[in-house]
């Protein structure tokens, strides 16, 4: 795919590295949304990467009033392409639209304000939940644990796109 460049918008560091590691995979610059902004012209063709939250990538929006964006990739809670038709949906992006939506990780100490408070109501609402999952379970174990899964196992999908 013709990608200049990864942008990303991270909150508690998960999204970061895995702009990191693609960058170190593909040899593309990588910027944050905000630095992206100011340092790349209008129109550059670029994969975002953002947080996910109920469903949305954050910043998407605002990288592509801007940028090119070619495909997108949403760092959650969930397991890795667990919530891509969520994504799909909550952008109205189109189903032959590039979207891949990776496992983060939690740190409820690098959450503050809103977010923190959401994800206790989370995890309350979810421990209360009859007949989980295995993916809620999974899910809710991480919520009340905390945890890592950023690696580059994750990132098969979006460097065989990358690479078509």
């Given at each position: 795919?013709?990608?200049?460049?990864?942008?990303?918008?991270?909150?508690?560091?998960?999204?970061?590295?895995?702009?990191?590691?693609?960058?170190?995979?593909?040899?593309?610059?990588?910027?944050?949304?905000?630095?992206?902004?100011?340092?790349?012209?209008?129109?550059?063709?670029?994969?975002?990467?953002?947080?996910?939250?109920?469903?949305?990538?954050?910043?998407?929006?605002?990288?592509?009033?801007?940028?090119?964006?070619?495909?997108?990739?949403?760092?959650?809670?969930?397991?890795?392409?667990?919530?891509?038709?969520?994504?799909?949906?909550?952008?109205?992006?189109?189903?032959?639209?590039?979207?891949?939506?990776?496992?983060?990780?939690?740190?409820?100490?690098?959450l503050s304000g809103l977010y923190k408070f959401a994800i206790k109501m989370l995890t309350r609402a979810m421990a209360a939940q009859k007949n989980r999952t295995p993916g809620e379970d999974r899910m809710l174990a991480l919520l009340q644990?905390?945890?890592?899964?950023?690696?580059?196992?994750?990132?098969?999908?979006?460097?065989?796109?990358?690479?078509?």
């Amino acid at each position: 795919m013709n990608v200049k460049a990864i942008v990303y918008t991270s909150n508690t560091g998960y999204t970061a590295r895995y702009a990191a590691l693609l960058a170190e995979k593909t040899a593309l610059p990588v910027y944050a949304l905000d630095a992206a902004l100011k340092q790349l012209p209008a129109g550059t063709p670029v994969l975002y990467l953002g947080w996910l939250m109920a469903g949305s990538v954050k910043g998407y929006r605002k990288a592509a009033k801007r940028f090119a964006v070619k495909a997108v990739c949403g760092v959650g809670l969930g397991d890795t392409g667990a919530q891509d038709e969520a994504v799909r949906k909550a952008h109205a992006l189109s189903a032959d639209f590039p979207v891949f939506t990776l496992q983060g990780g939690m740190d409820l100490n690098k959450l503050s304000g809103l977010y923190k408070f959401a994800i206790k109501m989370l995890t309350r609402a979810m421990a209360a939940q009859k007949n989980r999952t295995p993916g809620e379970d999974r899910m809710l174990a991480l919520l009340q644990a905390g945890g890592d899964y950023v690696g580059p196992e994750h990132l098969t999908g979006v460097l065989a796109w990358l690479q078509a």
